[in-house]
């Protein structure tokens, strides 16, 4: 995988119209009014505790938020009551950098005009950005049991299917995810979303499963640690309690960090890959079922995190040796240079 370039520009990939992506990839959240939003967005990526979302008022204007990782990308908040396939609006504008559009569904709501308005929406935008990333956050789902919140997915869809296929819209590229703020269901979303926007994915899997072999790991994360969105895992099944608890310990880091941790020098942060930002940067800890977390800091963006058995404390030299070289690839793969 060809990870050429210098800072993050090296993270390239094709737009929806099918142009090479130059500038910050759009993530686009689009719905009703009042399906969740503007939540969504506090909550993954201004760090909201989900109940202070009650108070947030409805979006009444585009709102635009720049995001600043180890890819740097927008997210960019739509009302629900803009028309922005109205003729005064700059469609090209507003699709032009897209690198996903996620439509935000209220389950506990009707939608049968949310599910007409995003079928409209694909319809007009296929034949000038046929490549789009189409996502729907079926969303709202904690307040709802097991049985019914996949029986409300399967009936949407299903319209959705029918819908453009009916229009002549075979086998639409539509991928569908039951979310909540409440629960970790909304970063494992956001994860597959942006692991989408990311062509160097196959090589950090690759790499992944890779140290999973050589240090007999269980299971490992590459973590955007600003977001907790993980954009690359081994080969292994994602199993929910894995990611939370790892999910839920870098929240633990970051806190402790803060706290504890030590100020970077201004010439560090601006090079996320100077060695002298990383001085054993690095944390373990023992689970109640004699599991061990083994958190490294890969840069100052990015952390890896592993689920390895009781006895990685007798392989802590070999595990360090590899994941000193899985951080050397990671920086050769984005085309940076330590």
């Not at 990526?45 to 938020?65: A, V, W």
Request: glycine share 6%; net charge negative.
């Amino acid at each position: 995988m060809d990870g050429s370039g210098g800072g993050t520009a090296g993270v390239t990939g094709r737009l929806a119209n099918g142009k090479v992506r130059d500038g910050k990839p759009r993530l686009l959240l689009m719905g009703q009014r009042r399906s969740g939003k503007t939540s969504i967005s506090s909550v993954v990526f201004h760090k909201m505790p989900p109940p202070e979302t009650l108070f947030l008022e409805s979006t009444s204007r585009i709102q635009r938020d720049s995001m600043h990782s180890f890819m740097d990308f927008q997210v960019w908040d739509f009302p629900g009551q803009l028309d922005f396939l109205d003729p005064q609006f700059d469609v090209e504008n507003i699709f032009g950098e897209i690198g996903a559009l996620i439509w935000v569904i209220d389950a506990q709501d009707e939608y049968l005009d949310a599910i007409n308005r995003l079928n409209t929406t694909i319809l007009n935008l296929q034949q000038s950005y046929p490549l789009i990333n189409i996502e729907v956050f079926i969303h709202k789902v904690d307040g709802l049991s097991e049985d019914y919140k996949f029986d409300i997915q399967r009936d949407i869809v299903q319209r959705i299917q029918d819908e453009l296929s009916d229009a002549g819209f075979e086998n639409a590229p539509v991928n569908f995810h039951l979310t909540s703020i409440y629960d970790h269901s909304i970063f494992e979303a956001f994860s597959k979303v942006i692991q989408k926007l990311i062509p160097q994915l196959p090589t950090l899997e690759n790499l992944l499963n890779l140290l999973c072999t050589n240090c007999h790991m269980e299971k490992t994360f590459l973590f955007d640690v600003l977001s907790k969105i993980y954009i690359a895992t081994d080969a292994s099944p994602v199993d929910m309690p894995s990611y939370e608890v790892c999910s839920d310990y870098i929240d633990v880091i970051v806190d402790v960090s803060e706290i504890y941790g030590w100020d970077r020098p201004q010439e560090v942060l601006d090079d996320v890959w100077r060695e002298e930002a990383l001085p054993d940067a690095e944390s373990t800890i023992l689970l109640y079922n004699n599991r061990y977390i083994y958190l490294r800091e890969i840069n100052k963006y990015l952390a890896l995190i592993c689920l390895m058995k009781d006895d990685c404390a007798a392989r802590k030299g070999m595990i360090d040796i590899n994941v000193n070289i899985f951080q050397d690839a990671v920086a050769k793969v984005f085309g940076f240079e330590k």
